[in-house]
């Protein structure tokens, strides 16, 4: 019941036309995002933009609808591109803030506000037979090694793997937590977007990749465990579940408190965090 409310909300953020956004006048320096500014600064008129990470996409629209409803003289405009394509925007102001799934290589301008905790899953069609994978399969498999998912004990399907580009920190978490490093074959299919990856899951028998937990529908894609641990939140606040990230909203220096109010927003809704499938930063006891 839980994954239907989240994917319908998911459904209707995909469709929902937020207000464009002016230039980029309030990244100027003055107000932390650690806690919400005075009082009488929140709800100033202003134009807020992000653009970065599609795993955060559905998070941080819902929370502009949401904070635009408070504050109505504020205009925050929403865009995707992947999480390197937000800190590079980011780094050079032109967005106020650059959602990331990973910490940028290079920009010490960049100032970084941890606002949630994303699960990532490796999710087949649920015609691959697979519900269980052990770490070499995974690897195998994105190696182009395993072409054939009774290979790894699932049905006599071809394998298509449906990557992501390198601009995505899905990715890159990826290969990090679970490749070991390694970049995955690039012989399969490349998908921009987290939305467009399930949808071509969901549609080709066969297909595998990976996306965060809140683009998971029940009866469209399997997120598989991997070497039993299934990709719940209890493991991975744990720790027994290692593909998980945390969620950044990174602003070129300190924000102005416009900003900062918008990110200590999105922070601190823990009811809209678990609605749209997300765990508070709080909740991972220093992990």
């Given at each position: 019941?839980?994954?239907?409310?989240?994917?319908?909300?998911?459904?209707?953020?995909?469709f929902?036309?937020?207000?464009?956004?002016?230039?980029?006048?309030?990244?100027?320096?003055?107000?932390?995002?650690s806690?919400?500014p005075?009082?009488?600064?929140?709800?100033?008129?202003?134009?807020i933009s992000?653009?970065?990470?599609?795993?955060m996409?559905?998070?941080?629209?819902?929370?502009?609808?949401?904070?635009?409803?408070?504050?109505p003289?504020?205009?925050?405009?929403?865009?995707?591109?992947?999480?390197?394509?937000?800190?590079t925007?980011a780094?050079?102001?032109?967005?106020?803030?650059?959602?990331?799934?990973?910490?940028?290589?290079?920009?010490?301008?960049?100032?970084?506000?941890?606002?949630?905790?994303?699960?990532?899953?490796?999710?087949?069609n649920?015609?691959?037979?697979?519900?269980?994978?052990?770490?070499?399969?995974v690897?195998?498999?994105?190696?182009?090694?395993?072409?054939?998912?009774?290979?790894?004990?699932?049905?006599?399907?071809?394998?298509?793997?449906?990557?992501?580009?390198?601009s995505?920190?899905?990715?890159?978490v990826f290969?990090?937590?679970?490749?070991?490093g390694?970049?995955?074959?690039?012989?399969?299919?490349?998908q921009?977007?987290?939305?467009?990856v399930?949808?071509?899951v969901?549609?080709?028998?066969?297909?595998?990749?990976?996306?965060?937990?809140?683009?998971?529908?029940?009866g469209?894609?399997?997120?598989?465990?991997?070497?039993?641990?299934?990709?719940?939140?209890?493991?991975?606040?744990?720790?027994?579940?290692?593909?998980?990230?945390y969620?950044?909203?990174?602003t070129?220096?300190?924000p102005?408190?416009?900003?900062?109010?918008?990110?200590?927003?999105?922070?601190?809704?823990?009811?809209?965090?678990?609605?749209?499938?997300?765990?508070?930063?709080?909740?991972?006891?220093?992990?």
């Amino acid at each position: 019941m839980l994954q239907s409310r989240v994917a319908a909300v998911i459904a209707a953020l995909l469709f929902l036309p937020l207000a464009a956004c002016g230039g980029g006048g309030n990244t100027k320096s003055g107000a932390s995002a650690s806690g919400s500014p005075a009082a009488s600064a929140a709800g100033a008129p202003g134009n807020i933009s992000a653009a970065g990470s599609t795993a955060m996409l559905p998070l941080v629209k819902q929370a502009a609808v949401d904070y635009q409803g408070k504050h109505p003289d504020v205009k925050i405009s929403v865009s995707g591109g992947g999480s390197r394509v937000g800190l590079t925007q980011a780094a050079q102001k032109a967005v106020d803030i650059g959602d990331s799934d990973i910490p940028p290589a290079n920009e010490p301008a960049l100032v970084d506000h941890q606002v949630a905790v994303v699960t990532f899953a490796v999710v087949v069609n649920p015609k691959a037979g697979v519900k269980n994978l052990t770490t070499q399969q995974v690897r195998g498999i994105f190696s182009g090694a395993i072409t054939n998912f009774k290979q790894a004990g699932g049905s006599d399907q071809q394998i298509t793997v449906i990557n992501r580009p390198r601009s995505s920190g899905t990715r890159a978490v990826f290969v990090k937590n679970i490749l070991a490093g390694s970049e995955p074959t690039e012989s399969g299919l490349t998908q921009d977007s987290s939305g467009t990856v399930a949808t071509m899951v969901g549609q080709t028998p066969g297909a595998i990749s990976y996306v965060a937990m809140n683009y998971v529908h029940a009866g469209q894609l399997q997120a598989v465990s991997i070497d039993g641990i299934a990709p719940s939140d209890a493991n991975v606040q744990s720790g027994k579940y290692k593909y998980w990230s945390y969620e950044h909203m990174y602003t070129n220096g300190q924000p102005g408190a416009q900003v900062a109010d918008f990110i200590n927003y999105v922070k601190t809704d823990n009811s809209l965090l678990k609605q749209l499938g997300f765990l508070p930063v709080g909740s991972m006891h220093g992990k």
